[in-house]
């Protein structure tokens, strides 16, 4: 096995791990990959020696189109705030009016 690369997390290190496989390369994970604190630490990721090349460009393929992908709207159901802020008036208004209406008139 030949160290391909090292990666921050075990989250990090088994997405990578789950790509590879998904082309048919096995993989093994050393470092922090489990222990009293999983997902902290760096894990190696290591590939047998033929399939090194082949994972590299995967992972740099992956990597390229990564930047092509447009980021998503952070906040896509967010109402616009004036909108917001007619809504909050109409309701005062609806509500000031339906009392003012079921007030005693004397």
Known sequence: MV???????SFHARVIAARLGSDGIPTELRGAVDGPYP??????????GDDAEVA?????VDEVESVFEPEPDPTPYR???????IAVIAVVAVATTWMARSLPSG
Do not use: F, T
């Not at 160290?3 to 997390?9: C, M, N, Q």
């Not at 590299?56 to 740099?60: C, K, V």
């Not at 109402?79 to 802020?85: C, K």
């Open 3 to 9: 160290h391909l690369v090292s990666v921050g997390s």
């Open 39 to 48: 997902g902290m630490g760096q894990v190696d990721v290591y590939v047998r």
């Open 56 to 60: 590299r460009e995967l992972l740099l």
């Open 79 to 85: 109402i616009p705030v004036l909108a917001a802020w």
